[in-house]
Structures are given as C-alpha cells and as structure tokens.
C-alpha cells in the first residue's frame, strides 16, 4: 500500500511520542504492516542519510487516471458500491480494462466510514449503575435450544456486574433482578440508566421521558433515580453494554450448559471467580479491588426488601376452581 507523506509524517510523529503500532494503525485507519514498514524505512533512511533528489513518482494504474473524476463522482453518490459494479458502470463510459485494478483502487481510495466520538464519562463511587439486556439463542443438553434474555447491571465506577438468564424480559422480571443486583452488591447506585424499553418508559412527551408510575415505585422504595437515555444514543451506556461481548467470549465459549437453571449456576460462579477478578481493559483494575472503594457510597439496601410477589386476579368458577397457568 503506497503511503503519501502527510501519513507517513503522522506515523513518525506518533511514534515519537509513544504510541504502540497498533494504535498508530487505528487511529490512521492502515495496517500495522504499513506502520512497521514506514518506521523501518524512515529508520533505516536516517542510518544512511536521505538523498536531495526527489522521490520517484508513485505508478497510478494507467488505465483508469482517466476515469477518476467518474469514478470519485460515483462513489460520492453510492460509497458502498462493489468492484463488480464500478467495473460495470466502468465499461459503459468505455473502459475496457480488468477487474483487479479496479477493486484495489477502490480499496484504496474509498472513503472511510466516520466513527462518532465515544463520550466516556467516569463516576464518581456510588453515583451510577447501568442497565441492559442481550438475546441469546442456546442450545442446552436437556432442554434443547432455547431463547433466554441476558439481564445485566453493571455499577460504573467499579464496573462489578450482575449477571442473570430468563426467558423473558417483563417488568417482574426486570425487578427481580434489580434487587438480586442490589442484594450482591449489598446496596444502592443514587441514579441508574436505561434505554427506552417499555418496563421503564411508557412514552415521551415533547421530547421528555414519562416514566412507568409502577417502575418508579420500585425505584422510589430503594432510593435511586431512573434515567432513560435520548435515543439511539447506545454510547451513553457502553459499561454495560461492552460486557455483553467479555460474556459472549469468555462465559460462553468452550461451555455447555444442560439447562437454564445450569446456566444461572455457571454464571454465578463466573461473575465471582472471573469478572470479579479480572484486570479491567480500561480501569487496568480488578473490579472487586474497585468495589472496595465504591461499597460505602451506594445507599444502604432497605430492612425489608421490595415485595416481587406475582399478584393476580382469577374468577371461581362455579366448580369452586381458579385457573393457573391454563391449569384448573
């Protein structure tokens, strides 16, 4: 890959302040092959010092210099456009080479996709915890395959996780396992964030969030302050949903799992003998050593805990039965 000398200036300089080929690779958008081969170059030109001689001018691919102005048009308008086709728009306004340049020029000059900033925001001990779920489709040695939804909630200073398997995600579910979270950490985040799910949100209204009169019952009696995020702003709740994937890689591969109930039990000795005690990649800290500092400033779980009953309203039928579950 020909580098111009704008990238090769920013590789140099990058590595002068310390950055790693990786991230120098990154950051550029090139392969660390390109970086290792331009410092090596640049290293290797300062040994033997650099001729006053210009540098000889770089091949362009003879056969479609005089369709570049055709072919930058083209992928203005259609970025995501394939070799095949350019070839094939190509061959109309008269081109009659092959299809291997084509598919390397476009690889090279193809715009690269923006990525939006990540907003990274670190709390204070206590102040916040985030929220989500994540399917999963398994195939379980004695149930069979399944669908379950992952709960988890992650408390952001320390990133210690609860981690749950269901079959659903209904509001009972959902506090259920608000207050086995709040029991294994033996308190209380001040403020919790969510996306728009319906358990939480019952709608907006101007632009602002009406929140489920009965989830902030459940949040009034611990303490804390539901907050559900603009949306599609999944960004703003990365401690959580980043671990979905150190769940995929690390507690599901390799594993197999009889029943949900095993699930559960191997996900319980994994959050306590794994993620507790893992190196953070970020924090560069175990999150148990981090939940050190963070269990004295959540609130104090509550003398009773909130009442997670299943309540429902059946009719005696004349035969002096209820239903439940279409069983009289």
Known sequence: MAVDEET???????DAKGRSRRQIAQRLGISRNTVRRVLHAVAKARRQG?????????????????????????L??????????????LETKGYDGGYTIVKDLLRRIRPK?????????????GEQGQQDWSPYVVNFI??????????????????RQHLRFGLDESFLTMIRQHRAAFERFGGVPKEILYDGQKVVLIGREAGRPIYNPRFLAFATYYGFRPYVLPPRRPDLKGKVERPFEYVEYNLFNGRKFRSLKHLNEVAEWWL????????????????????????????????????????????????????????P
């Open 142 to 159: 004695e149930d069979g395959q399944q669908k379950v939804s992952a709960f988890s909630l992650v408390l952001s200073y320390c990133r």
């Open 113 to 125: 996709p923006k990525k939006k900033p990540a907003q990274r925001i670190e709390t204070d001990p």
């Open 8 to 14: 090769r200036n920013q590789i140099v300089t990058l």
């Open 76 to 89: 203005e308008e259609f970025p995501d456009i394939s070799a095949v086709r350019m070839l094939e728009e």
């Open 50 to 74: 650099k001729s006053a001689l210009p540098p000889a001018p770089v091949r362009r691919e003879s056969k479609l210099v005089a369709y570049d102005s055709f072919i930058k048009q083209t």
């Open 272 to 327: 306590t003998n794994r993620a507790d005690i893992r190196i953070h990649g970020r924090l560069k800290e175990r999150p148990i050593d981090r939940f050190v500092q963070e269990a004295p400033h959540l609130l104090p779980l509550t003398a009773r805990p909130y009442d997670t009953a299943e309540v429902g309203y059946r009719v005696v039928s004349i035969e002096g039965l209820v239903s439940w579950d279409a069983t």
